[in-house]
C-alpha cells in the first residue's frame, strides 16, 4: 500500500529499526525492490532523484510504483523524492503523487535552508506528504581531521535542534561522515557516533543516512570478476550501519549498491556470451543478484519481518 513517509518511519523510530529508501531509474531496479520487501515481509522506501525523473518521466515514475503496490497490496511503500533541488521541483513530485519529499537546501546557510525547508513543509503536510531536510555537508571524515574541521562541514547538533523545532520538518539528514558513491573513505571508515546521538537526543525524529550503501566484499567482487573497475572503493560496513540504527539512524539511503550488483551481472553475461542480445538474458540475473543484495539489506537494518 502507498503511505506517507510518516507511516514507514515513525514506527521505525518508535521500535528502533531501519528501513531502507532504495533509489530506482527503471522498472528492473523498481520491481525488483518490491520482490525483495515481498520476501522479506519488509516495508520499503523507493525513492527517484531528479535525474531518475528527467530519465523516466515523474509520470512514469509515480506510476509504476502505483501498479506495483496493488501487485503488493501488502507492502508499506513510499515514494520518496531524492534531493529535491528547490520548493518547485518538491511540489512538482507532490502533484504527480509523490508521498514524501526530501528538500535539500543543505548547501546554503542555515537561515535560507530553513526558510526554504519551512515553505516545503507547509504546502507538503497540507498534501499529508512528509518531508526531509538535511544540515551539514555529505563527506567523509579523516583520521586525521581536527575539531574546528569537523565542526565546519558535520552536523551541529543545536542548530539540528532549532532547525527540525522551526521548520517541523519530519526526518532530518545530519552529515556525520558519509559521502555518495562508491568511495567514501580515504582510510578506515569512521563516522561520528557521538554527533548523531547528540542529535536524536535533541531532535528526537526519525534520522536519515545518506550515502549509506556498503560495498559487500561479495558485491565488489561479482564486479571485479566480471571485469569492472573498483579500485580505492570503500563502503559503510554493516556494523557501522547496525551503530547508526542504534543511534537513532532509520532511513538509510542506498543506490550504489543496487547499481554495482546489477551492472556486475549485465557485464558478466556480456563477457560470457558475445552473441548474446536478448535483453532478458542481462536483466533477469542482474535483477535476481540486486535481489539478493536488498534482502540481505533487511536483514542487516532489520527492517524484514516488520510488515
Ligand atoms: O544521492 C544520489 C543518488 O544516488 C541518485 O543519484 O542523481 O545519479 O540519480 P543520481
Ligand atoms: P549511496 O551512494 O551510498 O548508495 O547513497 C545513496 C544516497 O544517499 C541517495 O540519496
Ligand atoms: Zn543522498
Redesign the pocket.
Known sequence: MLVSGNVILQKAHKENYGVG?F?FVNYEMLSTIFEAADEKKSPIIV?A?EGAIKYLGIDMAVGMVKILSQRYPHIPVALHL??GTSYESCVKAIRAGFTSV?IDASHHPFEENLCETKRVVEVAHCAGVSVEAELGR?MGIEDNISVDEKDACLVNPKEAEEFVKESKVDFLAPAIG?????F?FKGEPKLDFERLIEVKRLTNIPLV??????IPSEVREAFLQSGGDLKGSK??PFEFLQEAIKGGINKI???????IAFMSEVRRVANEDKTQFDLRKFFAPAKDFMRKVIAERMEVLGSAGKI
Open positions: 529508501a533509489n525513492q532523484s531524492d534531493h526530501m555529505l558519509t559521502s555518495h558513491g562508491a567514501k543516512l545518506h550515502g549509506a550503501s556498503a563502503g559503510v539511503n542506498t543506490d550504489t549498491d543496487l547499481r
